[in-house]
């Protein structure tokens, strides 16, 4: 309990601070395909401890203008959340850039999302948790949305059904400096 109450907190901290530095974001341009490389090793590695396969599929050299701290943490809670939520399969990782914008996903085999499709929404919402768990609070969507959101993107969810997996993905406009 004391462990569950502890993650709880520091969640709760976490959402304060983004929903507070949204306004405040440390634009610079970096290399979104390397920090996206990076942060799929670690799903490789955890990956291997629960016996999934991780693919990834990331167009080199996509640079972009924003926060890559906040990105960067967006990107590794829907790889996490993957991981969290997949027993047995795969989960793929992509970042392409399509036009003006860049596309990322994150793909898993695991019990997918059992709401009506216009419902996803719910999903992006505080402390909302379709599958309560013990060490979540129902605010890691929360923090990915509002990071994206104020990148000016745009972040959903896609499923089948219960156990059938479940992809998130969200595009960012690939902006220029002067434009920002």
């Known amino acids: 309990d004391t462990d569950r109450i502890s993650k709880l907190v520091s969640n709760l901290l976490d959402l304060a601070w983004v929903g507070m530095s949204q306004n405040t974001l440390n634009n610079k341009q970096f290399n979104l395909s390397e920090v996206t490389n990076d942060l799929a090793q670690i799903a490789l590695k955890l990956g291997l401890q629960k016996n999934i396969v991780v693919n990834i599929?990331?167009?080199?050299?996509?640079?972009?203008?924003?926060?890559?701290?906040?990105?960067?943490?967006?990107?590794?809670?829907?790889?996490?959340?993957?991981?969290?939520?997949?027993?047995?399969?795969?989960?793929?990782?992509?970042?392409?850039?399509?036009?003006?914008?860049?596309?990322?996903?994150?793909?898993?085999?695991?019990?997918?999302?059992?709401?009506?499709?216009?419902?996803?929404?719910?999903?992006?919402?505080?402390?909302?948790?379709?599958?309560?768990?013990?060490?979540?609070?129902g605010v890691g969507l929360a923090i990915c949305k509002n990071i994206i959101d104020s990148h000016k993107g745009n972040l959903w969810a896609e499923s089948e059904g219960r156990e059938k997996g479940s992809t998130f993905k969200f595009v960012l406009p690939i902006a220029r400096q002067d434009a920002v």
């Open 57 to 137: 599929d990331i167009d080199k050299n996509i640079k972009i203008y924003g926060d890559e701290s906040k990105i960067s943490r967006a990107i590794l809670n829907l790889i996490d959340n993957a991981i969290k939520y997949t027993e047995k399969g795969e989960i793929h990782v992509f970042l392409e850039q399509k036009d003006a914008c860049l596309e990322f996903a994150v793909k898993d085999t695991g019990v997918g999302i059992s709401l009506p499709k216009d419902q996803f929404g719910k999903l992006f919402e505080r402390f909302f948790q379709e599958r309560p768990r013990i060490d979540g609070a």
